[in-house]
């Protein structure tokens, strides 16, 4: 590494801490109805949505109301993404007049977009007409991140207020995050892209002429839009089947790192809408600095991996699969961010990663994508790691668990640990039936232990909601398109309903009041135990499949064995 990667990395991280406060403070207001910088811009339009839904926006609802409005609304944007594909060629905006989507690919497409996973088994720029990308998956990106903001302010609201049922209105808090927080933000960064020469257009698809004399076609569109609200609302999906290494995605080293920032913003800087909203920053901070440690320690693990030598590749730093534009250590670092935070996006092919980076970047999805993680679904799946947290440190010392001054009791912890095992159980049953059946088998690019990876990474995308993948598995058929589909709702929708059940718990309680014997949640000392448990489940859940698979590949490798 040289001197100028220390210095971009060390930046990327002082920006995105210097962010975290300025955007946690303005959603802080924004979510409680405070006046704020985008009032006098979108007020109006937020009172014409509601004036038009028929919306009350101060009626508050219990946790199931709040649950079933938001299962209606995520249910309505799938069977709406779904028939758009199916009938794509009939639809407007087909200037290259592609056909209609296979049904299964429809299938999984608009589980995927509208569980905030962004899967993708297909090549956009070959498979979805400009109407699709717009009208269907560029608004899911909008609507499927401010839902898992709406469902993180509910918790929010279960923890801070005590002996009561109200969360909070569902309509009212998606309403809020897409107009002042993700619109916005969108707006401004699409701006952006474009200006640094990221394609914004409606033209068929141009044909050049290659200095071969081979005639290539150049697809267009409207891809910064696009490519603006899938970063920032950790979604992941691309414009272009090559994502953020295409040039047309991702043309310079500043939109580079502009894209990257936008994969941490809006996760980082709800930990501080997180400590405002329950009355106490260092709360807040604390959670920031779990997230940060782990994904620091997990970038300085793949950085070494890389750059590591080894005879059988001449003693080179591995630059297979990396952009060439960016090198290495940009590659690492947004392979590392992304799969921390449930984007998916990627600006290098994880398939040629070494196998202790792929291994970093496998064991980010399979923690429960909580460092940082999804917009608004990181932080509520930092919550119930916490909620065990304390529960195992109430073990130790012989007191009931309270966390901001509520017990955890039976129920939370129940509802706890079915959110932990909701993912895993998928990553591990269904990776374990890919690898021993031949629809799962067949679509294997490489054997032995690197084609386990390839396997188990698709289904931890998938159960995480992360949406990236080896690139090294065919999973446009049946049979993945299915069962990572499956996945991704289990994924999704098996961690938001224990979530509100807690929220909804959790609201009925009283605060019990701070004394000598209360245990600290806001210190370094529960820092470290936080993280510790997060490693010890992951470590004892997944351990043995990782052990097959970039583990085992990594010591052959040594060997000079490679697949």
């Keep these: 590494m040289t001197t100028q990667d220390f210095i971009q990395i060390i930046l990327f991280f002082a920006v995105l801490i210097g962010l975290t406060p300025i955007l946690g403070n303005f959603m802080f207001k924004v979510f409680t109805g405070s006046k704020h910088l985008m009032s006098p811009l979108f007020g109006w339009l937020e009172k014409l949505t509601y004036k038009f839904s028929g919306i009350d926006p101060d009626e508050e609802t219990n946790w199931k109301s709040y649950t079933f409005n938001m299962l209606t609304f995520n249910f309505i ?5 779904f028939f758009i594909q199916l009938f794509q060629a009939q639809l407007p905006l087909n200037p290259a007049n592609l056909p209609n989507v296979s049904w299964h690919s429809a299938f999984n ?11 993708q088994g297909y090549s956009g720029e070959t498979t979805l007409s400009y109407f699709v990308q717009m009208i269907g998956l560029t608004v899911q990106n909008f609507v499927s991140a401010a839902t898992g903001i709406a469902v993180l302010l ?11 049922n109200k969360l909070g209105n569902f309509w009212t808090d998606l309403t809020r995050s897409t107009l002042y927080v993700l619109l916005p933000l969108s707006i401004l960064f699409a701006v952006v892209l474009v200006g640094q020469g990221v394609v914004q257009n409606f033209k068929t698809y141009d044909t050049a002429q290659t200095l071969q004399g081979v005639s290539q076609v150049i697809p267009m569109g409207p891809a910064a839009s696009q490519i603006a609200i899938k970063q920032l609302g950790t979604n992941g999906g691309g414009f272009f089947n090559a994502n953020s290494a295409h040039p047309f995605e991702n043309p310079t080293p500043f939109s580079n790192f502009l894209e990257m920032l936008a994969l941490l913003l809006i996760p980082a800087a709800l930990t501080f809408t997180y400590g405002k909203m329950v009355g106490s920053t260092r709360q807040g901070w604390t959670i920031f600095k779990a997230m940060l440690i782990l994904l620091v320690i997990g970038l300085t693990i793949s950085l070494y991996a890389e750059y590591s030598t080894n005879p059988i ?31 998916g ?13 792929g291994m970093v970047a ?49 129920f939370e912890v129940q509802m706890a640990i079915i959110a932990v095992l909701a993912p ?54 049946v049979f993945y398109n299915l069962t990572i589909g499956i996945g991704m709702l289990i994924g999704r929708f098996g961690i938001i309903l224990p979530v509100m059940a807690i929220a909804g ?9 701070t004394s000598a014997g209360t245990f600290q949640t806001d210190n370094w000392l529960f820092i470290g135990l936080l993280i510790a448990v997060i490693l010890i489940v992951g470590g004892l859940t997944h351990f043995p499949a990782l052990s097959l698979g970039p583990i085992v590949e990594h010591l052959l490798m040594n060997n000079g064995i490679t697949f």
């Design 313 to 343: 590749f001449g003693n080179l730093h591995l630059m297979e699969g990396k952009e060439t534009r960016f090198g290495i250590t940009n590659s690492v670092l947004w392979a590392t961010a992304t799969s921390a935070a449930s984007n």
């Design 77 to 81: 944007g799938f069977i709406f993404v």
């Design 109 to 119: 497409t608009a589980v995927s977009f509208m569980t905030n996973t962004n899967w």
């Design 505 to 513: 718990s959790m609201a009925k309680k009283n605060i019990t009041p």
């Design 345 to 357: 996006s990627v600006n290098a092919m994880h398939d040629s990663l070494s196998p202790l980076a």
């Design 362 to 410: 496998m064991i980010n999805l399979m923690l429960g994508e909580i460092i940082f993680g999804g917009v608004g679904a990181g932080l509520y799946g930092m919550v119930i790691f916490i909620i065990v947290t304390v529960f195992i440190a109430g073990l130790m010392v012989g007191r009931t668990p309270e966390y901001l001054g509520k017990k955890i009791q039976k």
């Design 424 to 477: 895993n159980v998928v990553i591990l049953l269904f990776a374990a039936w890919a690898s021993v059946c031949s629809p799962g088998l067949t679509s294997l690019n490489n054997s032995g232990p690197h084609g386990l990876s390839e396997i188990l990474y698709a289904y931890a995308s998938a159960a995480g909601n992360n949406g990236s993948a080896f690139a090294g598995l065919n999973a446009n058929t």
């Design 154 to 164: 509910a918790l929010i609201r279960g923890l801070a207020r005590k002996t009561t």
